[in-house]
Nanobody, 127 residues
């Protein structure tokens, strides 16, 4: 069974930092793509960043490029999203998701391509 377990989010001030983690107990994600998505109230779910660790590929949405960093620790079956200099516009519920049918790239980075999802975690950025 594919499970994704996200760490707790929380409240962070503008310009601070926060790291989210996504653990995948029970499966090694070398052949998978793990993505981070977010959904703010009244908005559609959007892709933030993804990683295909088996081929060393990452992708970032324009809105977070230069501020967020995605990484993986394959030994721990965990993917991280380091959020630096967050802004109030980054406030959302963040989800990690997994797919085995698409490499990480802007071309394939849509929620419908990801079959497995974590429970979501709230991130609130205060100004």
């Amino acid at each position: 069974e594919v499970q994704l377990v996200e760490s707790a989010g929380g409240l962070v001030q503008t310009g601070g930092s926060l790291r989210l983690s996504c653990a995948t107990p029970g499966f090694a994600f070398d052949d998978w793509t793990i993505g981070w998505f977010r959904q703010a109230p009244g908005k559609e779910r959007e892709g933030v960043s993804c990683i295909s660790s088996g081929v060393g590929v990452t992708y970032y949405a324009d809105s977070v490029t230069g501020r967020f960093t995605i990484s993986s620790d394959n030994a721990k079956n965990t993917v991280y999203l380091q959020m630096n200099s967050p802004q109030p516009g980054d406030t959302a519920v963040y989800y990690c998701a997994a797919t085995s049918h698409a490499h990480c790239s802007g071309t394939y980075f849509y929620p419908w391509r990801y079959a497995y999802w974590g429970q979501g975690t709230q991130v609130t950025v205060s100004s």
